[in-house]
Each structure stands twice: as C-alpha cells, then as structure tokens.
C-alpha cells in the first residue's frame, strides 16, 4: 500500500486532538446520539484515524473494528489501546474495500469526519451497504459542505472571525486550502456538495433517517463565534434500503 496523506501529519494531528473541539463537542456526541443504544453491537469505524470515535463507542459496549489507510495514525489508536486496553481492534485498509469483511457482518458502521478525506465515496458507501445487516445503521458526521468549500478562508478564532469567505461550493473534487496551519491546508479535502452526498447515499442503497447541523455553544461558540450562525459539522443516521 502506498504512502498516505495521513502518515505524514500523523503526529501532528495525534497531539492537536485534545484541542479539536470541533471533533469534541460537535461531531462526537452527535454521532453517539444518532447510533442510539449500541451495547453489544458489532461496529465498523471507516477512516478510524487514532481512533477517538471507536474508543467512545467501545466504552458503550459496542463491540468495534476500526479501518484506515494510514498504518501512522494505526500506530497511534494501538499506542491509546496499550494506555487503556477497550478491546478495539483496527486493521490497515482502503474504505472501499473493507477486504477483510463478509456481507453482513456488522450491525453498524460509522465514519467521523473522514468521508471528506475518503477519494471514493461511491465505492465506500457501497462496501458500507454490503458489510451491514439488512437492519443496520451507518452514522456520519462531515465537515459541513456548505462552510467547508474549495477555496474557503475562516476566521481561526474569535481575534479574525469576520474573516470568512465561502467559495467554491459548486466545484465538486479535491481542493487544498492554502492555509497550512488546519488540516485542510495540510492534506486537503474532496468536496461534495449536500445534494451530492445525499445522491450517493441513495444510490448505494441508503435512506437518511435523520441528519443534524449542531450549532456551537460554549468554548468552541467562544473561540469561533461564527458556529453559531453557520453549520461546522454536518451529521446524519442512515438506513439500508432493503427490497
Ligand atoms: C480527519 S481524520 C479522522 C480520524 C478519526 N475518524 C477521528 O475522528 O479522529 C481522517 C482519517 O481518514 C483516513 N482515510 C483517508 N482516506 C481513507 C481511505 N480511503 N480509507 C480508509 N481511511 C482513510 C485517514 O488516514 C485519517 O486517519
């Protein structure tokens, strides 16, 4: 496998997470709150990453399996799992593929803020459909298509917050932001548009049964005061469509 985008700023992005307050007080509770009640579900984490989402599901009872591309950033959820062994487990693959996995092996799957790092979302979210039971769940939480656009400059905290410019949302594709301190600037982002995501989704079988744009509060309202006009995550709970 080749080098990933994610083994070069694995390090990095392992010592920022205490401070991702986006991922914390956004992403996180809202992905928990739409998977419901998952003690004793069999769980697949696509784009595991270090593995923050997983370890927050393990210690629900949930039963979970992590996948990345990045052996780096493997490297750090094993490191987390020495610290406080959870049981989770994690193995080196591409999202579209999930080789290692029978049809209808897992009750669940999730994917934290990684679908925008993900080139193939066609393909990953038909691999998804084939790994989920007929009555599983696939739960997302995106930075939001709408604020994250090509070309997009934000204001990094509340000094610069009328420093916000929107661009691009049309233009589909891989896009690099020009700001080399967040983590677009470093690996960039494969943009969608609302409508595209939600095309995918139907088409590799998925109905959404419920979709959630968090408004920010508290210390990341204070620190980026525009979340709490805008979206910064976009989360949703989807369905297979079975016939
Ligand atoms: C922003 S990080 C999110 C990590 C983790 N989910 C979290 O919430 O902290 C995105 C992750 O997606 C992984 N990734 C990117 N492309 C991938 C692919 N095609 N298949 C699996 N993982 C991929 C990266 O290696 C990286 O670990």
């Known amino acids: 496998m080749r080098r990933a985008a994610y083994d070069e700023i694995a390090e990095w992005h392992d010592e920022g997470l205490g401070e991702n307050w986006i991922l914390h007080d956004l992403a996180l509770p ?53 610290e406080e062994s959870l049981g989770v487990e994690d193995i080196l693959d ?45 739960v997302f939480a995106i930075t939001h298509p709408v604020t994250r656009t090509p070309g997009s400059k934000l204001g990094m905290d509340a000094a610069n917050d009328s420093a916000w410019e929107i661009t691009g949302y049309f233009e589909e594709g891989f896009w690099r932001s020009d700001d080399p301190r967040g983590i677009r600037g470093k ?32 210390r990341l309202a204070e620190r980026l005061p525009k979340y709490r006009e805008v979206p910064a995550v976009l989360a949703a709970r989807c369905g297979k469509v079975v016939e």
């Open 187 to 218: 690996v960039g982002s494969h943009h969608r548009t609302v409508s595209g995501y939600l095309n995918a989704l139907s088409k590799a079988g998925f109905h959404v049964e419920r979709a959630v744009e968090p408004r920010a509060d508290g």
């Open 30 to 82: 809202n992905l928990l709150e739409l998977a419901g009640d998952v003690e004793g579900r069999r769980i697949c984490d696509l784009g595991c990453g270090q593995g923050v989402a997983i370890r927050a599901f393990a210690k629900r009872g949930a039963k979970v399996v992590g996948v990345d591309i990045s052996e780096k950033m493997l490297e750090f959820a094993r490191r987390h799992e020495r």
């Open 94 to 138: 591409a999202a579209r593929k999930l080789s290692g996995f029978e049809d209808a092996s897992f009750d669940g799957a999730l994917c934290n803020m990684a679908l925008m790092d993900i080139p193939d979302l066609d393909e990953t979210l038909t691999t998804v459909a084939r790994v989920l039971r007929d009555e599983g769940w696939f």
